[in-house]
């Protein structure tokens, strides 16, 4: 199994409809796991449309008595894809909660960034983004070498007080982050 991000599962909805079969019987049936994720019928009908569109889960439509049922399970290459997630999603909060226990110095030293590095097999920090919402989190990013250094003021400190640390860019929200990543040179 090899740890990595699956946008197809990522999303919550997803995650949990992937999560909830991956634990349970060899086949669930649609109001069990509906009820267990917590949404609605129509919500799990398009997500596992979709999950189904990809090859990783697999419908059985039938009836019991007059009714008529649907169950759902993960198949092989719907559970290898949750697997693989799970493990980078494990990884990754490894990497985040990294602590200066973790490594020789704490921020704004690059040690922290570049051992969450090691733990993604990344060497480039070029490709690598450091979004922080204080000065001392841009100082970490701009001393490892990172592609991209974003400042944040949903958090500890203004953008005036982000500003003086000279990121390549500050946001409001993190809706405004994703267009940024797409400079990053890989």
Known sequence: MTARPDPLIHPITRLSICGLLAAGADWVEFAALRDAAGISDSVLSKQSRVLEDAGYVEVRKGAVGRRPRTWFRLTAEGRQAVEGHLAWLAQ????VSASTRDVQQARPHSDMILHAMH??????????VKVGDSVVDIEEGKNAGCGLTIGITTGAHTRQQLASAHPDHIIDRLNDLLPLMATVRT
């Open 92 to 95: 990754l909060e490894e990497a």
């Open 119 to 128: 733990l993604f097999s990344l060497s480039k920090p070029e490709e690598v």
